[in-house]
């Protein structure tokens, strides 16, 4: 794990403002502010790794007993995957929840339509963390499957961008 950052109150909660005002995560919040000044390589760079740190971060979750954070860590790793995806394959950000279901299917097309099943079930991820519904096995299955997306993702973007 990285090195903690300690913001002052009135940061964290701006921070935390803005990220729930878009439907995303802080992680995701965060690595769109800092990675707003990268080409699209560089972001979709970014993005892959934090997608990385994520997953890793919600295998922690797990085995802490936090189904709810470790839920919404894959969540944010999903989403962030499909961003990186976009930013690689069209020089495209995708900004609302609608963008991303929408992509998922283009990602879809070119990785496998195992692609939209994981989508849909860490959108159900988001939903747990907010409800609270989902069991330790669930989550389990998902990270398995949010894991085969990231490297699959990351296998395709090592390859030049066929735009």
């Given at each position: 794990m990285?090195?903690?950052v300690v913001l002052p109150k009135s940061i964290a909660k701006l921070v935390e403002r803005e990220a729930r005002r878009l439907g995303i995560s802080v992680e995701e919040y965060l690595a769109e502010v800092l990675s707003a000044g990268l080409d699209s390589a560089g972001r979709a760079r970014e993005y892959?790794?934090?997608?990385?740190d994520l997953l890793a971060q919600a295998r922690e979750e797990l085995a802490k007993g936090d189904t709810r954070q470790a839920a919404e860590k894959l969540w944010g790793a999903t989403a962030l995957a499909i961003k990186a995806y976009a930013y690689w394959r069209e020089n495209r950000g995708l900004v609302s929840h609608r963008e991303l279901w929408e992509y998922k299917d283009r990602v879809?097309?070119?990785l496998g339509s195992?692609?939209?099943e994981t989508f849909r079930e860490a959108s159900a991820m988001h939903q747990c963390f907010y409800e609270g519904m989902c069991t330790a096995r669930d989550v389990e299955d998902v990270l398995k499957n949010v894991e085969k997306l990231i490297e699959a993702v990351e296998k395709k973007m090592s390859t030049t961008p066929q735009a």
């Open positions: 990285g090195r903690a892959i790794k934090v997608a990385e879809a097309e070119e195992w692609v939209r």
